[in-house]
C-alpha cells in the first residue's frame, strides 16, 4: 500500500489486483521490473526480481526513510520487511526469521546482505564498542563465507554453494549481542572438478592471484590457477570479481573477525595442499602403484606438518580390519589412489569450511548472557539457502539441494496458511478455504522412513557386497513405481528423455527433474580412509589437528558405520526448519528474470515458470481469500480520520472501532467489510483504492494546515520564551540590585563608630542599574562623613580650616608647599614669636586704626619685600584687613604709606614655586607685587598659600564673590599702572634675602641659593 508510488509503475502489492490471474500476476511483474521497481509485496511478502545492475534505492538515505515505519507508508523494499522483522522482534519479544529463496542467482545472497546492512544501521545508536564489534564480526563473515564457499557457475559469478542460515541475537534492548552462523551441505566436489565454464571456489584462485610472492613460495606455488588441476578448468573464466583485490578484503575480513596470524597461516596451507594434491599423479603396472611426484609429496607433508612417508602411505595404502581383529594394510589400485586422493582433498576443504565456520561463531556467541539480568534474548534468523536447480546432468547434490526446497515451501505453505488462519480466528472471522498444492507428498517420497529414496540409498550403502548404482535404481524403482511424482525409464519406457539404468525423475512441485543417479552411492557413503584421517590428527599443526577430532579412534575402534550424507541432511534440515517453525517467519521470494544477467530482459516463461513453482499466485489467493487488507483500528484510523467529519481532527465516539465505523459508512463501504476484535477487515482492494484517493486528495489541505498551525505554534513558543527572557532579566535585574543594598547595608553597618567613619571601606561595585545612585550615594557619604570631621572642629579653628579648604581649592593641588602642616596664624605682625621686637608697636597702631577705619577683624599681616613701579624695592609690612589693605612702613612705627578698600582686589597670582611671590591683582590695573617674608616662626615656611587662603576664603564665603587664583611657572604676569610686567623667578648665589630687580619687559625675583 505504498501510496509514494503512482499507479503507472503498477501495483505495489500483488492483493491489489483486480483479478487474481497468471496474466495480471504477470503483467504487474513485468511492468515493474521495467519501472525499476524490483520489489513488490504479497501482504507481508516481498517479491523480488533481480534487477541485474546497481540500484540506486540502498543505503544511509533510504535506511533512513524506512527505520520504524509501517510496511505500507513507503515503496515496497527489504527494508521494510527487515523493520516490520525488527519490530516485531523488539516490540512483541518475538523471534523472527526471514526466508530467502529463490532459484540460483535470484539474487537471494545479496538480499541477505541488504537486510544485515539494514539491520546494522538501525541497531546500536549509542555507538557501545562491544555491540559495534559484534556488528563487525557478523558484516565480515559474509565476505570470508563467500571467498571459501562461493564459486562462479555458469548461472551467476558469485554463487552460494552452502547454505546458510544466520541467528543474530538481541538484547531486551534491541541491540545485537551475538550470533550462530548454521552451514548446509558444501558443494565440496566442485573441489575436484567442476563443470565447464565453472570454477572451484573462490577462496583457491584469490590466493594464487592475490597471495604475495614471499606467501606462495613459502607454499611452493605460483601465481597460475591453470597450472593446477583442480583450478584449471576455471582458470579462464572471466569473473565480475577481481580475485586479487578481494582477497585483500579476506586477509582484513579474518583480521577483523579475530583469527590470529597462525591460523590465517594454516588456512593458506590447506589451501596449498589442497591443490598439490590435486597435482599427483598415480601409475601402477598392474601389481605395484606409485606416486609419479615425490617432491609434491614433500611438499603436501610439509605444509600439513607431517612426515612424508606417512603421506605417501596414506596415499597408496588403507588399512582393514579383519573380521579376527588383526589389521592389515592393503595396496590402493591406481583407481582407488585417485579416488581417495580426490576424497581427501574434498574432505579437508569441506573441514576447513567448517572449521571457519565454529571459528566464526565462538566469536561471535554470546557471551556472559545473564536472562534475569538482560531480559529475554531475542532472535532474527536470516535464512539463504541455495535454490531450486535444474540442470542438465542433475546429480545427488541437486537431489539434496531441491528435496531442501521442498522443505522449505512445506514450511512456508503451512506457515502462510496458518498464519492466515490463526488471524482470522483470533479476530473471530469465519475462515474460507482456499486449495492450494500441498507438496507435502514429495516431502515424504524422499525422506519418509524404510520407503522414501534416502531410505533406499542408506540401505543400498549398507549392503554387503558390490551395490552398485544402477541396482540402487531398481531398488527404487520397485519401492516407489506406485508414486505420483516418482517415475523412471524403467517404469514410463516410452519417455526418451531418460536413460534405462541411469535416470530417474522426481515431480517436484518446483517443476520435473530427471536425476542421473550415476555417482549417487559414493557421494552418499562420502568414504574417506581412516588412515588421511589418522594423518591428520597427527600433524603437528594444531589448527590441523583440530579439523580431524575423529582421527585418534584407532582402527579396531571405528566399528559403526558413519552416517550417510543424505540422511546428515535430511536430519540438519528437519533441524533447521524445526527452529524455523517456532520463529515469525518473513519472506523474500526472489525472482530470476532472464538467464543472462541482463537489466533489461524480462524472460516471460521463466518468470512465470519460477511464480508458479514459488506459489505466488496461490500465496495472493490466500492473502485474499477473505479479506485482501487489514488494518488495527488505531491504525486505519490515523491513516484516514481526515475522509470523513465525524473523525476529523478526533472523534468523540467511545472506541476508534466506532469511529472507524463511522468513516467506513460515511463512504458507504459497510458491505465490503468485517469488524475484527482488533482490525478492520476489507474486502476489495478497490474501497481501499477509494479512501487512499480522498486521502492524497486531501493531503495538501492538511499539510496546509498543519503548516500553519504549527508555524503559529513556532511563533507563539518564541514569543513566550522571549517573555520569559525578559522576565527572567527583570527578576534577575531586582535582585542585582537588591543584592547591591545588602552589600552596601553589610558594609557600612557600624560606620558611625569607627574612627575614619568608613573612610577606608570599599564601595562594592554596583550593577549598571544602579551607577547614578552609586555615584550619588558615595557623595552623600562624603558629605557625611565630612560633616563628622568637620562637627568635631573647635569654633576657634573654624577660620583657619575654612582659609585652608579655599587654599586647596584655589590652588587646586598646582602648588607644592602651600603650608597646609601647620597652624596659620593669620596675624603675623602681632604676633610676638614671630616679631618680637616690633608686634607691640603693631599692635598699638592697629588699635588705632581699627578705631579709626572701623574694620571687623585681620585677614592676614606679616612683612615682605615690595617693589614699586619705580623699580624700587623695599621692606614693607602688609595688612589686610576685612575692610581695607594697608601698606606700612615698618622700620618708621608701623607708618601708613597706603591704604586702599579690600574690594577693589580682583584676584591673585603666585608661582608653584617654593619662592613665596605674590601678585594682588586690582580693578584698576595697578597690581601690587610682593615677596613675603617670614619671621622666627618659621623662616622657610610658606606662608603664600595662608594667604591665598585667607582672601578667597573671605571673597567667597563674605562677600559671595569669585576670586581667581592663578598659579603659573616660574614667570608671574601682573599690570603695573595698566601695563603689562613679567615676573621671572632666579636663584642667586651670595644673596642675604630674596629680592627684586628690574628686567627688561618687567622684574626679576632674585631668590638666594640654599
Ligand atoms: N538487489 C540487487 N541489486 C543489484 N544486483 C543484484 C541484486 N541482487 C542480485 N544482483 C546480481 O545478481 C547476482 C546474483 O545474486 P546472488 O544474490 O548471488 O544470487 P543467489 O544468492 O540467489 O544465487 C549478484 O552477483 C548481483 O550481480
Ligand atoms: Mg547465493
Excluded at 483479478?19 to 495480471?24: D, L, R, S, W
Excluded at 535506511?63 to 523488539?90: C, F, T
Excluded at 576455471?234 to 569473473?239: F, K, Y
Excluded at 499466485?617 to 491513516?639: D, I, S, T, W
Aim: proline share 4%; hydrophobic share 35%; net charge positive.
Amino acid at each position: 500500500m505504498a501510496e509514494l508510488e503512482g499507479l503507472e509503475f503498477g501495483k505495489s502489492d500483488f492483493v491489489l489486483l483486480d483479478e487474481v490471474t497468471m496474466e495480471q500476476f504477470m503483467e504487474n511483474l513485468k511492468l515493474r521490473f521495467e519501472k525499476g521497481r524490483i520489489y513488490t509485496y504479497i501482504g507481508e511478502v516481498v517479491v523480488s526480481v533481480n534487477p541485474y545492475r546497481e540500484m540506486d534505492i540502498y543505503g544511509g538515505p533510504a535506511i533512513e526513510a524506512y527505520r520504524g515505519r509501517e510496511l505500507y507508508e513507503n515503496p515496497p523494499h527489504l527494508y521494510a520487511v527487515s523493520d516490520a522483522a525488527y519490530k516485531a522482534m523488539k516490540r512483541r519479544s518475538k523471534d523472527t526469521c526471514i526466508v530467502i529463496s529463490g532459484e540460483s542467482g535470484a539474487g537471494k545472497t545479496e538480499a541477505s546482505k541488504y537486510i544485515m546492512q539494514y539491520i546494522a544501521a538501525i541497531t546500536n545508536p549509542g555507538q557501545r564498542a562491544e555491540v559495534e564489534s559484534v556488528k563487525n564480526v557478523l558484516l565480515q563473515s559474509n565476505c570470508v563465507l563467500e571467498s571459501f564457499g562461493n564459486a562462479k557457475t555458469n548461472r551467476n559469478d558469485n554463487s552460494s554453494r552452502f547454505g546458510k542460515y544466520m541467528d543474530i541475537n538481541f538484547n531486551f534492548n534491541g541491540e545485537p549481542t551475538g550470533g550462530h552462523i548454521n552451514n548446509y551441505l558444501l558443494e565440496k566436489s566442485r573441489v575436484v572438478q567442476q563443470q565447464e565454464g565453472e570454477r572451484s571456489f573462490h577462496s583457491f584462485y584469490q590466493l594464487l592471484r592475490g597471495g604475495s610472492e614471499e606467501t606462495l613460495q613459502s607454499l611452493h606455488l605460483q601465481n597460475d590457477p591453470g597450472l593446477y588441476v583442480y583450478t584449471r578448468e576455471g582458470a579462464g573464466a572471466a569473473t565480475s570479481t577481481n580475485d586479487r583485490s578481494s582477497h585483500r578484503e579476506v586477509l582484513r575480513a579474518l583480521e577483523v573477525i579475530g583469527f590470529s596470524a597462525p591460523e590465517v597461516k594454516s588456512v593458506f596451507r590447506i589451501l596449498a595442499s589442497i591443490l598439490h594434491l590435486g597435482n599427483l599423479r598415480f601409475e601402477g603396472d598392474g601389481e605395484a602403484v606409485q606416486v609419479l611426484d615425490p617432491g609434491t609429496v614433500d611438499h603436501i607433508a610439509e605444509l600439513t606438518a607431517t612426515e612424508p612417508d606417512q603421506v605417501q602411505k596414506s596415499l597408496l595404502f588403507r588399512t582393514v580390519a579383519t573380521g579376527g581383529g588383526d589389521v592389515i594394510e592393503k595396496e590402493h589400485t591406481e583407481q582407488e589412489g585417485r579416488f581417495g586422493r580426490d576424497a581427501f582433498a574434498k574432505a579437508l576443504y569441506e573441514r576447513l569450511f567448517g572449521w571457519i565456520v565454529s571459528r566464526i561463531n565462538d566469536i561471535i556467541q554470546v557471551k556472559n548472557y545473564d536472562p534475569v539480568l538482560h531480559g529475554k534474548n531475542t532472535v532474527i534468523g536470516v535464512l539463504d539457502i541455495y535454490g531450486f536447480e535444474i540442470f542438465d546432468n542433475n546429480r545427488f547434490e541437486q537431489f539434496c539441494i531441491n528435496y531442501c526446497n521442498e522443505k522449505l515451501q512445506q514450511l512456508f505453505i503451512e506457515l502462510i496458511l496458518q498464519q492466515e488462519q490463526g488471524e482470522y480466528q483470533r479476530e473471530g472471522i469465519a475462515w474460507q478455504h482456499i486449495d492450494y498444492f500441498n507438496n507435502q507428498i514429495i516431502v515424504d517420497l524422499v525422506e519418509q522412513p524404510h520407503r522414501g529414496i534416502i531410505s533406499v540409498l542408506d540401505e543400498a550403502c549398507l549392503g554387503v557386497g558390490r551395490v552398485t548404482d544402477t541396482l540402487c535404481l531398481e531398488s527404487m524403482d520397485s519401492q516407489l513405481g506406485g508414486h505420483p511424482h516418482y517415475t523412471s525409464r524403467k517404469l514410463s519406457p516410452t519417455d526418451k528423455t531418460m536413460d534405462f539404468q541411469k535416470h530417474f525423475r522426481i515431480r517436484h512441485y518446483a517443476g520435473d527433474v530427471t536425476y542421473s543417479v550415476e555417482g549417487f552411492l559414493d557421494k552418499n557413503k562420502d568414504l574417506l580412509f581412516q588412515d588421511f584421517k589418522r594423518l591428520m590428527f597427527n600433524s603437528s599443526d594444531p589448527v590441523l589437528k583440530e579439523m580431524w577430532p575423529d582421527g585418534q579412534l584407532g582402527i579396531t575402534e571405528v566399528t559403526k558405520r558413519p552416517q550417510t550424507a543424505a540422511t546428515l541432511f535430511k536430519n540438519s534440515i528437519v533441524q533447521l526448519v524445526d527452529k524455523l517453525a517456532c520463529k515469525e517467519p518473513y519472506y523474500v521470494r526472489c525472482v530470476k528474470p532472464n538467464e543472462l544477467k541482463s537489466p533489461v530482459l524480462f524472460d516471460e516463461a521463466r518468470c512465470r515458470h519460477q511464480v508458479a513453482y514459488l506459489g505466488l499466485l496461490e500465496n495472493v489467493m490466500v492473502r485474499r481469500a477473505g479479506f485482501a487488507y487489514r488494518q488495527l483500528y488505531p491504525r486505519f484510523l490515523q491513516r484516514y480520520k481526515m475522509t470523513c467529519e465525524y473523525t476529523w481532527p478526533n472523534h468523540l465516539m467511545a472506541s476508534d472501532r466506532e469511529a472507524v465505523e463511522a468513516i467506513i459508512t460515511q463512504h458507504g463501504f459497510h458491505d465490503d467489510v468485517a469488524y475484527g476484535h482488533t482490525k478492520l477487515f476489507v474486502r476489495t482492494p478497490r474501497s481501499l483504492f477509494t479512501l487512499e484517493q480522498e486521502r492524497s486528495n486531501l493531503i495538501p489541505i492538511l499539510v496546509l494546515f498543519l503548516q500553519k498551525v504549527w508555524r503559529g505554534a513556532l511563533a507563539r513558543r518564541r514569543c513566550r520564551r522571549m517573555r520569559a527572557v525578559y522576565t527572567i532579566m527583570g527578576v534577575y535585574r531586582r535582585y542585582k540590585v537588591k543584592a547591591h543594598f545588602w552589600e552596601v547595608e553589610r558594609i557600612f553597618t557600624g560606620v558611625r563608630t569607627t574612627p575614619d567613619y568608613g573612610r577606608s571601606l570599599q564601595w562594592p561595585t554596583p550593577p549598571a542599574a544602579l551607577e547614578q545612585f552609586h555615584n550619588i550615594t558615595v557623595l552623600l557619604h562624603r558629605r557625611w562623613w565630612a560633616r563628622q570631621i568637620v562637627k568635631n572642629i573647635p569654633p576657634s579653628e573654624t577660620p583657619e580650616v575654612r582659609a585652608k579648604v579655599a587654599a586647596l581649592t584655589a590652588l587646586s593641588g598646582e602648588r607644592k608647599d602651600w603650608g597646609v602642616g601647620r597652624a596659620w596664624e593669620r596675624d603675623y605682625l602681632a604676633n610676638v614669636r614671630d616679631c618680637p621686637q616690633t608686634s607691640s608697636a603693631f599692635i598699638r597702631v592697629t588699635k588705632e586704626l581699627k578705631n579709626r577705619d572701623g574694620y571687623g577683624h585681620v585677614v592676614f599681616s606679616g612683612l615682605c619685600r615690595k617693589v614699586n613701579r619705580f623699580s624700587r624695592s623695599s621692606d614693607r609690612a602688609l595688612l589686610v584687613t576685612d575692610k581695607l589693605v594697608y601698606k606700612l612702613d615698618p622700620r618708621k612705627q608701623f607708618r601708613v604709606l597706603k591704604r586702599f578698600p579690600l574690594e577693589t582686589l580682583t584676584g591673585v597670582s603666585v608661582t608653584s614655586g617654593p619662592d613665596q611671590m605674590v601678585a594682588l591683582h586690582t580693578a584698576v590695573q595697578d597690581d601690587v607685587l610682593m615677596c613675603l617674608q617670614r619671621g622666627q616662626l618659621g623662616p622657610e615656611q610658606d606662608r603664600v598659600g595662608e594667604l591665598v587662603g585667607a582672601l578667597v576664603d573671605h571673597f567667597t564665603r563674605t562677600r559671595k564673590v569669585h576670586f581667581p587664583v592663578k598659579v603659573s611657572g616660574p614667570v608671574l604676569q601682573l599690570h603695573m599702572r595698566g601695563r603689562p610686567r613679567s615676573v621671572a623667578v632666579e636663584t642667586r648665589a651670595g644673596l642675604a634675602a630674596a629680592d627684586f630687580k628690574k628686567s627688561r619687559d618687567g622684574f626679576v625675583l632674585l631668590l638666594p641659593t640654599v
